[in-house]
């Protein structure tokens, strides 16, 4: 069983930065892929960056270049800085992967963006 936990989420005006992490309680070294999904209220959940092996990265279009996305082996955690945050930005964040047959997805940090 794999656990992942979500932190750094909070309230901060447009144009603020966060760095959201994603603490997993198995090494994630040899997990091919990492990712961040975000949940809108009153939307469906939907995919905004992974981290592959080699660290090659992937984003949504609508985070690209304001969302980085890395991973620190040494401490089983990914990071996802966010710049330039925009109000439609506002939603629980979750980090998430799979491993062999099964999906683990984390709890959730909400991020709020004011206007």
């Known amino acids: 069983q794999v656990q992942l936990v979500e932190s750094g989420g909070g309230l901060v005006q447009a144009g603020g930065s966060l760095r959201l992490s994603c603490a997993a309680s198995t090494s994630i070294f040899s997990i091919n892929a990492m990712a961040w999904h975000r949940q809108a209220p009153g939307k469906q959940r939907e995919w905004v960056a992974d981290i592959l092996s080699g660290d090659i990265t992937r984003y949504a279009d609508s985070v690209k270049g304001r969302f980085t996305i890395s991973r620190d082996n040494a401490k089983n955690t990914v990071y996802l800085q966010i710049d330039s945050l925009k109000p439609e930005d506002t939603a629980v964040y979750y980090c998430?992967?799979?491993?062999?047959?099964?999906?683990?997805w984390g709890q959730g940090t909400q991020v709020t963006v004011s206007s």
């Open positions: 998430a992967t799979v491993i062999g047959p099964k999906s683990y």
